[in-house]
Nanobody, 122 residues
Framework: QVQLVESGGGLVQAGDSLRLSCVASGRTFSAYAMGWFRQAPGKEREFVAAITWSGINTYLADSVKGRFTISRDNAKNTVYLQMNSLKPEDTAVYYC???????????????WGQGTQVTVSS
């Protein structure tokens, strides 16, 4: 089983940028597709972005297209979520996840991090 630790969250103003990182340990990181999800208070967890094991293919939720980018560095066992032009509605706890597929469904991912809080003020 792979262990995941997110970092990089914080309190920012609307229009600012943040880069989240997720470092993996344990089993071979490069074998996993990786995803980012988020959960706002009172709402269900939702898909944000995913990337295949090779990093060649990426997928983004419509709500973040044009603003967020997902990437990975298999040499560093790390996946990133670059978030630009942040909006108050992006406020949530962000989780990274590892799985055998790079889909948008939570069930596709077997391992999850503890989450990092992102708060965007207006």
């Amino acid at each position: 089983q792979v262990q995941l630790v997110e970092s990089g969250g914080g309190l920012v103003q609307a229009g600012d940028s943040l880069r989240l990182s997720c470092v993996a340990s344990g089993r071979t990181f490069s074998a996993y597709a990786m995803g980012w999800f988020r959960q706002a208070p009172g709402k269900e967890r939702e898909f944000v972005a995913a990337i295949t094991w090779s990093g060649i293919n990426t997928y983004l939720a419509d709500s973040v297209k044009g603003r967020f980018t997902i990437s990975r560095d298999n040499a560093k066992n790390t996946v990133y979520l670059q978030m630009n032009s942040l909006k108050p509605e992006d406020t949530a706890v962000y989780y990274c996840a590892a799985g055998s597929g790079s889909g948008s469904r939570s069930a596709s991912y077997a391992a999850w991090g503890q989450g990092t809080q992102v708060t965007v003020s207006s």
